[in-house]
C-alpha cells in the first residue's frame, strides 16, 4: 500500500512564514495545521479557535497560540505525548477586538463565538469566559476536521480568565493564560475537579458534609483507609509530588475549605503555575491515550493468512519512551522479535495445520499505575489466523520504497526523544531502514522504525541524524533520505534580581544575596536552537513553577516576592511563607523572613531541561529605627536601648549593644571592635569591622551577611526564632 507522509507544521516554522490575511468578512476563518501525526480518527485532535481577533490582529493571535502551545508542551503528560495529538488552528475574522464584557473595558462586543466574561460588565473580578454562540464553536470545529476531541477557544483579552467545559476557553494576552489552557483542558478533557478551597473568590468555601466524592482526586477517606480499601490515590501515597511536597492528604478542594481532602498541597489544579501531581496526571495520560489507537494501521486482522506472509502493524509514537510489542504464536512469544513492527511468517517455520498469530502492544509509562486503565487506554491486540491453503498476499501493483510518516523533521529533536519513521509495507518484503548519526551507521540487527536517542551516549551539542528506506531485493533502487537536527545542550537560564542590601559568593559557589521587605526576580531563558523556552523555578525544594512575570502587569514584568505575598483579585502571588507561593488570603501564615534557596531552570522546543541552578536569599524586614547614623561618627556608639541603624557610615571607634537593644549596620566600616550580649536583634551586612567581633546570646535575629572582618567573629550562645546563616565576605 501506498500512502503520503503525514503533513507536520510546527508552530514556530507557521510564526515565521505566517502572513497577515487580507481584509475579509466578518465571520470567515481559514484552517491552519499546526501539527498533523496522523489521521484524525486514531489522533487526539485539539482544535484551536480565536475568538475577539479582526484581520489585522492575527499576527496577535498566532503570537498567543504559539505561546499557549509551546508552554502546553512542557507540561507532563502533554510533553511525553505530544506525537498523539493533532492540532489544528481556526482564525476567525471578529469586526470588533476583544470580548464581552472585559473588566478592562466593561463593553459589550459582537463577536462571531460571543465570548463574554460572566457575571455582567458591571463585575471587576470577572474571570469566568463563557460563549454565548454555543453550537458556532463546533461549526468552526468542524472545518479543520470532523473528528476533533477537543475544542480550545482563545480571547483575545489580557485580563485573566477561562472555563472549561466541552469547549475550554482561556485569555490569550495574559500572563497566565497559557497556564489557563492546561488547567482547563484538566477539566474538558480530564474531567478532573477544582482542588481550590474558595467559593468565589477571596470567599472561604463551606464545609463539605456529603458522600464520598467521585472525583479521582477528592476523598473523605483518611490514608490508612485509602491502602486498605485500595481506593482513590493509594498507590501514590507517600511520594514525592510532581506538584511538590508529598503526595498524602491535604484538606480543602471541590470549593470546599474543609471536610474533604485532596492528594497535594499544590498542582495545576488548585494554583496555576505547578504542574499536575501523580493523581491528575494519570488521569490526563489515560484521556489522551483513550483517544489514540496504539495500533493505528496494520496487515488486516481478524483474517486468514499465508504462512509465507509478512504481518506489520504501525503504532502510535510517545516522544521520550517506547512501546512493548510481543508476537506471539499459538499462545507462545515469538523469540529476540525485539518491539519490531513486523514479522516475517517464513522465518517461523509453522507447520502444517491452522495457528494464531498475535500481537500485543503495551504502554509501559509509570504515569498510569492502576492496572485496569493500563489493560484498557495502554493495550492493543491484532489476531491472525494462518493456514497453509490461503493464498500468499500479491502486490495488487507496484509499491514505492518510501517513508510514509516520521517524527516531525521540520524542528530539532531532543536528545532523549525517541525519533520514528514508517514505510510503505510490500506484501513480500521488508524493507530495510538504516539510521546514520553524525554519519555512522547506527546498529539496527532488528530493522526498526525507532532510535532512543537517550541510548545514543550523545555529547552535548548539536547532531545530524539520518534514516534511509532501502528495497532489499534491489540495492539499486533508489530509497528515500530524512534527517533531524538532533539538539542535545539544555537550555539556559539568566536571572536577574532587584538590588540587593549585600551579596556574597557563599563557600559551596551558590550566590548569597541580602534583601529587605521584597525583591523582584527576572528569568530569562535562552537556547541554541528556534523555538519556545520555558523558564521555571522553584522554592526551598518545593514544586517546579512556571516562571510567567508578574500577573496583573505587562509581559517581561519581573516576579514579585514578599513575606506573605501580594493580593491580586483575591488570589496570593509571590508568598514566602511555608505556606507556598500561592496560599488563600484568609489562611494564617508566618511571615517568610530568613534565608530561602531559589532553584532555576528552562524546557526548550525539543523538550530538553536544562540543568538546575540556583541562588540563595536571606530576607529580613527594614527595621524601624529609633536612632540612624550616616556619614562620618567619631567616637564610639553605644546602644542601651532601642533601634539603631548605621547606614553608610563610618563610625573610628568601638560599637556596644546592650541587653535588649538592637543594631542594624549595612555598609558601614566600623574601625574599632563591635561587642554585644543579649541583644535583640543584631545585623552587620556589607559592613567592614576593623577590630574584634563578640556576639552572645541575640534572642531574636542575628545576620552577620557579606561583610569583612580583621579576625573571625565569636559568636556564642545566640538564640534566634528567624535563622540566619552567618556569611563572612572573602
Known sequence: MTRRIALVVTAWSWLATATALPAQEVGSARVVPIQVNGDPTTRFSLVILGDGYTAGEMPRFRQHVDKHLN???????????????????????????????????RERRDTPLGLQFGGGCDNPNARGITIRQREAPRTYARMATE?????????????YGGIGGSTATTSGGNALGPYITPHELGHSLGRLQDEYTYSARGVRGDVY?????????????????????????WRWLGEPSESGGIIGRYEGGMSRTAGVWRPS?????????????????????????????????????????????????????????????????????????????HLDLRTLRLGTGAHAVSVKVVDPTDFVRDPLVRDTSFTATRLWNVNAQAAARTAAAPVDVAFTASTPTTQPVGGAAVVFVETTHPPDRVLNVTWRLDGRVVPNPANNRNL??????????RHELNATVTDPDDARAAGQTLSWVVDNTGPTVAYTLSQPGAYIDANDGVPHYYMRDSFTMKLDPTDDQPGYVVAEFRVNGDGWHHYYGWPDAPPGTPFHFTPRGTTIKELVYGSLSAEGLSPQPWEAREPGWGTHTIEYRARDAAGN?????????TFMPTPECTTRITGQHA????????????????????????????????????????????????????????????????TERLALFGSTFARPPVVTDNVAPVSVTVEARR
Not at 510533553?79 to 476583544?98: F, K, L, Q
Not at 458534609?209 to 480499601?229: F, G, K, V, W
Request: glycine share 6%; aromatic share 6%.
Open 635 to 698: 567616637g564610639d556608639v553605644t546602644v542601651r536601648e532601642g533601634v539603631t541603624c548605621l547606614t553608610d557610615a563610618a563610625v573610628t571607634g568601638n560599637v556596644t549593644v546592650a541587653a535588649g537593644a538592637s543594631l542594624v549596620a549595612a555598609s558601614t566600616t566600623i574601625r574599632g571592635s563591635v561587642n554585644s550580649t543579649g541583644a535583640r536583634v543584631l545585623e552587620l551586612v556589607g559592613a567592614t569591622v576593623q577590630g574584634d567581633v563578640h556576639v552572645t546570646g541575640t
Open 452 to 461: 532512543s536517542l537517550a541510548r545514543q551516549n550523545l555529547s552535548p551539542g
Open 209 to 233: 458534609a456529603d458522600e464520598e466524592p467521585a472525583s479521582i482526586q477528592h476523598t473523605l477517606l483518611t490514608e490508612a483507609q485509602m491502602r486498605a480499601q485500595q481506593r482513590k490515590w
Open 147 to 159: 473528528h476533533y476531541d477537543q475544542i480550545l477557544t482563545i480571547a483575545n483579552t489580557d485580563t
Open 609 to 617: 531541561i536544562g540543568a538546575a541552578k540556583s541562588f540563595r536569599v
Open 71 to 105: 508552554i502546553l508542551w512542557s507540561i507532563e503528560p502533554f510533553r511525553s505525548y505530544r506525537n498523539y495529538i493533532n492540532v489544528y488552528a481556526v482564525e476567525i475574522v471578529s469586526g470588533v477586538s476583544g470580548i464581552t464584557c472585559d473588566p478592562a473595558h
Open 265 to 341: 498541597r499544590h498542582s495545576m489544579m488548585i494554583s496555576l503555575g505547578y504542574y499536575f501531581d501523580q493523581v491528575s496526571r494519570e488521569r490526563m495520560t489515560q484521556r489522551i491515550s483513550g483517544q489514540v489507537e496504539l495500533i493505528a494501521a496494520a496487515t488486516p486482522a481478524d483474517s486468514t493468512v499465508a504462512p509465507t506472509d509478512i504481518l506489520w502493524i504501525e503504532t502510535a509514537h510517545p516522544v521520550h519512551h517506547e512501546l512493548d510489542v510481543t508476537w506471539m504464536v499459538d499462545d507462545r512469544p515469538v523469540p529476540e522479535t525485539e518491539n519490531r513492527r
